[in-house]
């Protein structure tokens, strides 16, 4: 079964730092990968798309993809509360299925 | 660009009636849109998919008796709970896939309340 794993978390980090999250996904086939952010109670919302091997940069945002290590990452700059919320990875496989990670719930400490 | 709207975006409804959630993509045609639903503090939950013109596929475990979908046009797909009870409270929330890059851009959500 394809499998999309996260760290649970909660991850505490301090405001000002960066914040890593990460995924590990099963299906070498994959490519597309992203990365959604959800506050509690609301939808998720898409924040980052990657598709090929290296960084890929969005103001605080920087998405990381190895597909020889079936890693994915997600970096946050400069860390806010605002950022305070559950990330969840998401990768289509080689069946263009998204399959869904648990989700890192994030904390931002002021 | 890439907004998803979802109404109601919140229902309270008397068990054994019948509520309908309407999704729709507003700047771009979707061909598949998804439903899931979530519980406090669980994960999404994949219900069905819903393609343009065709019948939904529906994952296993979930009754698409009771969970009717209608994906009438490339902008529109509706969500309706039948004879809805109170296990059936949820938040439930509709996305539409983007092509060619398979993004997915999520409605903010209904919050069922069933009484």
């Known amino acids: 079964q394809k499998e999309v794993e996260q760290n649970s978390g909660p991850l505490s980090v301090p405001e000002g730092a960066i914040a890593s999250l990460n995924c590990t996904y099963s299906?070498?086939?994959?490519?597309?990968f992203f990365w959604y952010r959800q506050y509690s109670g609301k939808s998720p919302e898409l924040i980052m798309s990657?598709?090929s091997n290296g960084d890929k940069e969005d103001g605080r945002f920087t998405a990381q993809l190895n597909k020889a290590s079936q890693y994915v990452s997600l970096l946050i700059r400069d860390s806010q509360p605002s950022d305070s919320a559950t990330y969840l990875c998401?990768?289509?496989?080689?069946?263009?299925?998204?399959?869904w990670g648990a989700g890192t719930k994030l904390i931002i400490k002021p | 660009g890439a907004v998803v709207s979802q109404h109601p975006s919140r229902v309270i409804c008397k068990s054994g009636t019948s509520v309908k959630i309407e999704c729709r993509s507003l700047d771009f045609q979707a061909t598949t849109m998804f439903w899931y639903r979530q519980f406090p503090k669980q994960s999404l939950m994949l219900m069905a998919t819903?393609?343009?013109?065709?019948?939904?596929?529906?994952e296993q475990g979930v009754e698409k008796d009771k969970f009717l979908i209608n994906h009438a046009s490339l902008t529109l797909s509706t969500l309706t709970v039948t004879s809805a009870h109170p296990e059936d409270s949820s938040f439930y929330i509709c996305?539409?896939?983007?092509?060619?890059?398979?993004?997915?851009?999520f409605g903010p959500g209904t919050r069922l309340t069933v009484t």
């Open positions: 996305s539409a896939r983007s092509e060619p890059t398979y993004e997915q851009y």
């Open positions: 819903s393609n343009e013109g065709s019948k939904a596929t529906y």
């Open positions: 990657i598709y």
């Open positions: 299906d070498r086939g994959s490519q597309s």
């Open positions: 998401a990768v289509l496989d080689s069946n263009y299925q998204l399959i």
